[in-house]
């Protein structure tokens, strides 16, 4: 039983470089979502994804995109990679109305030059 | 002002001591209250969550809400070396619309 898990672990992109993190759970969770982390910041919510076929703004989301692939895997996309998404990328998932008790991956460092 | 308030430290306190850890809020519409636990260069895991006002305990780990405050708490006794790490506060109304809003975390380092 893996939980969460997320490719790639580290990334280094050029500006204006495009990429995709990827998300997958397998505890069955309807929902998921996808934070970044900046030092003095705390976690902030880009994109989460109530249930299946669904997908959602949270308080960050100008330059990504997601994708709710299916219920196991969620997608983050970043088109066009500025120095200011430079941060620690986590993604979570819960048990439908149960947002209070998220379970996280190890999340993906990333660096845009 | 940040809706959530939390300081960030380092709080550092030798092994076996009572630890303290806090965090403020200004929105009196939040019902639910977490701590989040993220050691380094990991993701954060559920350590408490508590509805409302009042206190939860789970072994050495006591969290207390005070709504009329806007303040809340989370306790550690016969704090250990693996208890060192950044403490997380969250929270929620039960109108959020699956949105936490988040402390910036308080790194704690327990001295052996």
């Known amino acids: 039983n893996a939980g969460v898990t997320q490719t790639p672990k580290f990334q280094v992109l050029k500006t204006g470089q495009s990429m995709t993190l990827q998300c997958a759970q397998d505890?069955?969770?309807?929902?998921m979502y996808w934070y970044r982390q900046d030092p003095g910041m705390g976690l902030r919510l880009i994109y989460y994804s109530a249930s299946e076929g669904t997908t959602d703004k949270g308080e960050v989301p100008n330059g990504y995109n997601v994708s709710r692939l299916n219920k196991r895997e969620f997608s983050l996309r970043l088109e066009s990679a500025a120095p200011s998404q430079t941060s620690v990328y986590f993604c979570?998932?819960?048990?439908?109305?149960?947002?209070?008790?998220?379970?996280f991956g190890p999340g993906t460092r990333l660096l845009v030059l | 002002q940040k809706e959530v308030e939390q300081d960030p430290g380092p709080l550092s306190v030798p092994e076996g001591a009572i630890v303290s850890l806090n965090c403020t809020y200004s929105n009196s519409a939040f019902q639910y209250f977490m701590w989040y636990r993220q050691y380094s260069r990991k993701g954060p895991e559920l350590l408490m969550y508590?509805?409302s006002s009042g206190n939860k305990e789970d072994g050495r780990f006591t969290a207390q809400v005070d709504k009329s405050s806007k303040y809340i708490s989370l306790f550690i006794r016969d704090s250990q070396p693996s208890d060192s790490a950044t403490y997380l506060c969250a929270m929620s109304a039960s109108d959020s619309n699956y949105q936490l809003i988040w402390g910036a975390g308080t790194k704690l380092i327990i001295k052996p």
């Open positions: 979570a998932s819960s048990e439908a109305y149960s947002q209070e008790t998220q379970y």
């Open positions: 508590t509805y």
């Open positions: 505890m069955n969770h309807n929902s």
